[in-house]
């Protein structure tokens, strides 16, 4: 059963999409079988894998008009379950819905044996679809920026996925907090990675991997295709790899199934 990872951070403008697409192209190069889903309404994980205005979408799936067999499209070795800009109004009938947190976790019991890696990215919100995200996630990742205000919303999903893990998914993990856009080893971006480095209870999971800044990362998306397919050999490809590398590793060593 495959291994479903969470992308989440409250604020935007961190880097979910950007990892959500290349972390899961990464495990795809590997050999493995990916599903990406999109959980937010301005469509950045769909139109940056070249699927714009889908019929069929992410939406259809939480409401129950669709199944999860019909949302899902291929795109080359990567599958995807696209997004919707009315994505919004389907939150809003989804919040109508008993036990709506754990709409999304139901619908991927049908298909979680045919996925190594399914990885999401989520809205900047911790609304009730990226509750659904945390309910249904083994693990997840927190992308953010070494910057001023890197730290806004951080200790909030923290605090947000402790509660999820502790009345609601017990198996939630934190695999890690991804720094990205790195442009060199100034004092003020190795002050705040030294910081959590020092916190004792975060000090183990901040990834090693750093993700440079890259533009060929922006293009890509841009031209709608994967790091892999823009620029293999580039240094955003190269630390997307690496990344998958260390989060494969720190899967295997909380003894995750199937790896």
Known sequence: MGVVISVINNKGGTGKTTTSLNLGAAFAEKGHNVLLIDLDSQCNLSTSIGISDSPLHVGNLLLGEKSIDEVIIQKDKIHVIASTDTLLDYE?????????????????????????????????????????????????????????????????????????????????????????????????????ISNLNNNGELKNKVFKTRI????????????????????????????????????????????????
Do not use: H, W
């Open 212 to 259: 440079r800044q890259d533009i060929a990362l922006m293009e890509a998306s841009a031209f709608g295709k994967t790091i892999f397919e823009y620029s293999k050999s580039g240094r955003g490809a190269f630390d997307y790899r690496k990344l998958a590398e260390e989060v494969i590793l720190k899967i295997k060593e909380a003894k995750a199934p199937l790896l």
């Open 92 to 192: 809003q009938r989804i919040n109508n819905e008993p036990g709506r947190e754990y709409i999304l976790n139901e619908a991927l019991l049908a298909i979680k044996e045919k996925y190594d890696f399914i990885v999401m990215d989520c809205a900047p919100s911790l609304g009730t679809l990226s509750l659904n995200s945390l309910v249904a996630a083994d693990f997840y990742i927190v992308p953010m920026q070494a910057e001023n205000f890197a730290f806004i919303g951080l200790d909030k999903i923290l605090q947000i996925s402790e509660k999820v893990k502790k009345r609601m998914n017990p198996k939630l993990e934190l695999v890690g907090i991804l720094f990205l856009k790195l442009s060199g080893k100034t004092r003020f971006s190795q002050a705040i």
